[in-house]
């Protein structure tokens, strides 16, 4: 996962209404007040996260002020099939401690920061996954087929339509019951996960070579794998892995990594 952070912001009483052309995960530091989301209101306060689309307005305000840290990632995707994701960090501020960490290292710039900012981007994503699951009901056959999946990301074997058919359900119904409970069907989700696990390879060990990471993210068609990788993340894999994050892209977002002007 590719990402840039902004530093944490000055404390603001209300943020004009705006919108990005990526992703903004946008983390509350400090602060009690309403974010306006498109066109619904939403509370926070300090921890509270934002996953906030591309292109879609959002504005806050906060009687006593606020402070807010961004993360910005064209390639996100997202957990659960909310039209706004929203979570809270725990008690241990886990999801901030990765946030200043990975600011850290942006700022501090070794000679692999970039590689590992997007390191740390991608704990932080596993975070929300893991958070996301906890609000979506108890469904123990899609969490039990949702772990088989997991330990299969690698398998070029692996028969899907066999696993569902062994579950003990219908094809229909389980496909029809695994989408109400993630949002999405049981090959979207397997590929999402396999792409995944192909983009931390592709960030990872360049020496690796498209054909070996589709082998290794459970692709035995490496043109099946570019297509697919590229339906999901909306780039190709060469192009994912030779072209850095482009901040111009990003409308409003400074190169530097400084926070907006307010």
């Known amino acids: 996962m590719r990402a840039t952070l902004s530093a944490p912001s000055n404390v603001f009483r209300r943020f004009p209404t705006h919108r990005h052309e990526c992703w903004e995960i946008l983390l509350c530091l400090s602060g009690t007040g309403v974010a306006v989301i498109g066109e619904e209101s939403y509370p926070f306060t300090d921890g509270t996260i934002f996953c906030i689309p591309p292109g879609i307005p959002h504005s806050k305000e906060a009687e006593n002020g606020f402070s ?4 910005w990632l064209m390639d996100f995707l997202p957990p ?5 994701l929203i979570y809270q960090d725990d008690a241990e501020h886990t999801f901030q401690h990765l946030y200043d960490t990975a600011l850290r290292i942006q700022l501090q710039k070794p000679a ?38 997991l330990d299969n990301v690698r398998n070029c074997n692996f ?32 590929n999402r ?24 993210a459970g692709f035995p068609d490496p043109y099946y794998f570019s297509r697919v990788f590229k339906k999901i993340t909306g780039f190709s894999p060469s192009d994912y892995l030779l072209s850095p994050m482009d901040h111009s892209l990003i409308k409003g977002m400074p190169e530097d990594g400084t926070p907006f002007q307010r």
Not at 80 to 84: A, T
Not at 167 to 187: A, D, H, M, N, Q
């Open 68 to 71: 807010d840290g961004s993360v």
């Open 80 to 84: 659960d099939n909310r039209s706004i």
């Open 112 to 149: 692999n920061h970039t590689a590992i900012v997007n390191s740390i981007a991608d704990v932080m994503y596993q975070l929300l996954v893991g958070w996301s699951s906890t609000l979506s009901p108890s469904c123990p056959p899609v969490e039990r087929f949702q772990s088989l999946l």
């Open 159 to 190: 028969d899907l339509s066999l696993a569902i058919a062994q579950t003990g359900y219908s094809s229909s119904y389980f496909r029809k019951l695994f989408k109400e409970v993630t949002g999405l069907s049981p090959i979207m989700y397997f």
């Open 193 to 216: 996960m396999r792409i995944e696990y192909a983009k931390t390879l592709l960030q990872q060990d360049s020496t690796l070579s498209i054909k070996e990471i589709a082998a290794s």
